[in-house]
């Protein structure tokens, strides 16, 4: 698949002088940001997941048909 984007000159001389020093083409080094961003991502979605579930329990007393008022609001 080819993907064409437009960057700002003083970018692109950038990422090819990166990419050049780690001895890489210019696409396989932002293949290679892309997926390093996209794991760390992953990560902290989880991690982020994790921690809404643990607070989850926190919540069910007010999981009544008293409180069920609040709901609609």
């Known amino acids: ?3 064409t984007i437009e960057i700002e000159a003083v970018k692109q001389k950038s990422l090819e002088n ?4 780690k001895g890489k ?3 396989e080094f932002v293949s290679e940001i892309l997926d390093d961003y ?8 989880k991690e982020i997941k994790a921690l809404m579930n643990l607070s989850e329990t926190s919540f069910n007393e007010w999981d009544n ?5 609040y ?3």
């Open 1 to 3: 698949m080819t993907l």
């Open 18 to 21: 990166i990419a050049e020093q």
């Open 25 to 27: 083409k210019i696409n």
């Open 38 to 45: 996209l794991r760390l991502n992953l990560v902290e979605n």
């Open 65 to 69: 048909e008293e409180d069920a008022v």
């Open 71 to 73: 709901d609609h609001l």
